[in-house]
């Protein structure tokens, strides 16, 4: 069975810091990777999606980056937090094609920046 | 670009009476997959249906949605509402590559 492991669950961070989020997926070889956020009371925002090693596409820009170092590994960064970056960060993995696939998402990290 | 709208932010309604939460879209594909996710308190989206075929019911746990790429609808609905099923839905467009873009979601919240 498949799983998805997201790190950490919840970091408060202060304005101008880095971070650095990641996520692990045990199970599936060569999954299409995304990461979401969703700000309080908002919307599922696509952030990035991956389909391969070392290849990471931007969905839009927030002056954060993606990273996927290998092919179960998926990392979200930035050298300097704002305050609108704050939110709830969800991984997720599709079986290899086209998005109309299934996304199962991970149980997230809570970022408040303060 | 890709949207999709859901006019109702908070459906509040008493256990046993049917649902239907509104969902629309725009987009420039001709067979665009449509999907419903749900997000229960302090847990994370997971999928409840999704369909791509124009005019046909699709069913799961209850709820069902039908697309109709006339009017660019994929509403979705259940004939009994239950408590469990408070929490929030998504509707969600894919563009067949690796988009998936997501409304702003319909709290739903029965009350017993």
């Known amino acids: 069975a498949q799983t998805i492991h997201q790190w950490p669950v919840a970091e408060i961070k202060a304005v101008g810091s880095p971070l650095s989020l990641g996520c692990t997926i045990k199970g599936k070889s060569s999954p299409n990777l995304y990461w979401y956020w969703q700000a309080t009371g908002g919307t599922l925002q696509q952030l990035f999606y991956?389909?391969?090693?070392?290849?990471v596409e931007s969905v839009v820009q927030l002056n954060l980056s993606a990273s996927r170092p290998k092919d179960d590994q998926f990392i979200l960064s930035t050298e300097k937090l704002l305050l609108s970056h704050s939110g709830f960060y969800l991984c997720?993995?599709?079986?290899?094609?086209?998005?109309?696939?299934?996304?199962?998402f991970g149980s997230g990290t809570r970022l408040t920046v303060l | 670009g890709d949207s999709v709208t859901q006019t109702e932010g908070l459906v509040t309604l008493t256990e046993g009476l049917p649902v239907m939460l509104n969902c629309t879209y725009q987009?420039?594909?001709?067979?665009?997959?449509l999907f419903w996710y749900v997000q229960h308190l302090n847990e994370s989206p997971r999928l409840l249906l999704k369909?791509?075929?124009?005019?046909k019911r699709t069913e799961h746990q209850g709820f069902h949605a039908t697309l109709h790429k006339s009017s660019s609808s994929f509403h979705l609905q259940k004939s009994s509402a239950q408590l469990s099923d408070s929490a929030l839905y998504y509707c969600?467009?894919?563009?067949?590559?690796?988009?998936?873009?997501f409304g702003t979601g319909t709290s739903l919240l029965v009350d017993p």
């Open positions: 987009t420039i594909y001709s067979n665009p997959f």
């Open positions: 991956s389909i391969t090693v070392g290849q």
């Open positions: 969600a467009l894919s563009d067949m590559g690796y988009k998936l873009t």
């Open positions: 997720a993995w599709s079986l290899g094609g086209a998005s109309a696939e299934t996304l199962y």
């Open positions: 369909s791509f075929t124009d005019n």
